[in-house]
T-cell receptor, first 115, second 113 residues
Framework: GAVVSQHPSWVICKSGTSVKIECRSL??????MFWYRQFPKQSLMLMAT?????????EQGVEKDKFLINHASLTLSTLTVTSAHPEDSSFYIC???????????FGDGTRLSIL | AQSVTQPDIHITVSEGASLELRCNYS??????LFWYVQSPGQGLQLLLK??????LVQGIKGFEAEFKRSQSSFNLRKPSVHWSDAAEYFC???????????FGPGTRLSVLP
């Protein structure tokens, strides 16, 4: 079956650094990828939708300069948390879809801890 | 290993008919449980969630879900389906420590006029 790989699964870094999270579709071409964030004991919040070769569409309230999303190829999207601060600590999960009528596949998520 | 299963890949119902989407989980302890809906080209939208307490949970858009510990299930229901409910529905679970958020494979719902 279709597999989405998300890396790293867990990262701890100092405040002020930038962190890049990768989301790869291993055996299919993902025209659309979604990035979600989850706060403790809460549900997922959609951060942005990215289509290959286009700028990401950010949800209201999500800082696009803070959370840089790149979807330069059909198998890779990256989320970069720039100048991370402790309030950015969260669980980030991506999903990928080939085309609109195809199933969506989720990565395993990345737990980000900012000290 | 922790897992969430949705036995039905695709369900078709007539508009106005009742709906039940199945979800089963396999966790060491009772996890937090969620149902999400995704319309074509859009991201996930939370329908409802269960953390504890009343096992019948009411959500948005007229959906409800019932947690049954004995069956490790969290089935989603709606008494009367509307054409706009056609979408993909995902059941998800995570443990009480906030780790291991796991999604089911999804059930695609088609609604006949």
């Amino acid at each position: 079956g279709a597999v989405v790989s998300q890396h790293p699964s867990w990262v701890i870094c100092k405040s002020g650094t930038s962190v890049k999270i990768e989301c790869r579709s291993l055996d299919f071409q993902a025209t659309t990828m979604f990035w979600y964030r989850q706060f403790p004991k809460q549900s997922l919040m959609l951060m942005a939708t990215s289509n290959e070769g286009s700028k990401a569409t950010y949800e209201q309230g999500v800082e696009k300069d803070k959370f840089l999303i790149n979807h330069a190829s059909l198998t890779l999207s990256t989320l970069t948390v720039t100048s991370a601060h402790p309030e950015d600590s969260s669980f980030y999960i991506c999903s990928a879809r080939a085309v609109n009528d195809q199933p969506q596949h989720f990565g395993d998520g990345t737990r980000l801890s900012i000290l | 290993a922790q897992s969430v299963t949705q036995p039905d890949i695709h369900i078709t119902v007539s508009e106005g008919a009742s709906l039940e989407l199945r979800c089963n989980y396999s966790y060491g302890a009772t996890p937090y449980l969620f149902w999400y809906v995704q319309s074509p080209g859009q991201g996930l939208q939370l329908l409802l969630k269960y953390f504890s307490g009343d096992t019948l949970v009411q959500g948005i858009k007229g959906f409800e879900a019932e947690f049954k510990r004995s069956q490790s299930s969290f089935n989603l229901r709606k008494p009367s389906v509307h054409w706009s409910d056609a979408a993909e529905y995902f059941c998800a679970a995570k443990d009480n420590y906030g780790q291991n958020f796991v999604f089911g494979p999804g059930t695609r719902l088609s609604v006949l006029p």
